[in-house]
């Protein structure tokens, strides 16, 4: 957990805190009889939970302290301060049917990760806008695509000095109306 969490928080995409949904750890101990912890609620903008629509809790609706990585934990679904279960859904919980707050994006992403036989090649997102400046730049087409992402932000990243952060990825994206 330790290498994890230096990990996580020394990329921006990530979120300082270890947060899950009760939902979620319920649903994993009735299925498999254990519980884990999903990597998509790492993610900085995953506030949510796409499944059950509950907001991801990052402190133990019992004792309200936050758990620590691996420091004293012996099972994900009991809080390692009180012991108390936090799979349990409390009034507390806030519900939400808000989709950019369970980043539907991003599960699939992880899920894709998940399956690839090999790796994501590094500068990939560079290199696609990169080329998409070219196209444009070759068909005389440059306004059309400044329109769609600043032109400061379009040479920035198609350069390829500045990696493109999670987040800027996906706002890109969005912005290029594509997955």
Not at 39 to 68: I, Q, T, Y
């Amino acid at each position: 957990f330790e290498l994890l969490k230096e990990h996580l928080l020394a990329t921006n995409g990530f979120s300082a805190s270890l947060r899950w949904c009760p939902g979620c750890l319920r649903k994993q101990l009735l299925d498999v009889g254990n519980a884990y912890l999903k990597l998509v609620w790492f993610f900085a903008d995953v506030s949510a939970c796409g499944e059950h629509r509950l907001m991801l809790r990052e402190s133990c609706p019992h004792c309200g302290k936050k758990p620590n990585y691996g420091r004293g934990w012996t099972a994900i679904e009991t809080c390692p301060h009180c012991h108390g279960r936090l799979d349990k859904i409390t009034d507390r919980d806030t519900t939400t049917c808000d989709v950019v707050a369970a980043a539907a994006d991003l599960h699939d992403l992880v899920g894709e990760i998940a399956v690839a036989s090999e790796p994501f090649p590094a500068g990939a997102a560079n290199e696609y806008l990169a080329q998409l400046l070219e196209e444009t730049w070759r068909g005389e087409r440059e306004d059309e695509l400044w329109k769609k992402i600043p032109r400061d932000d379009c040479i920035r990243y198609a350069h390829g000095d500045e990696p493109i952060s999670l987040t800027a990825a996906r706002r890109l994206a969005f912005q290029l109306e594509q997955p």
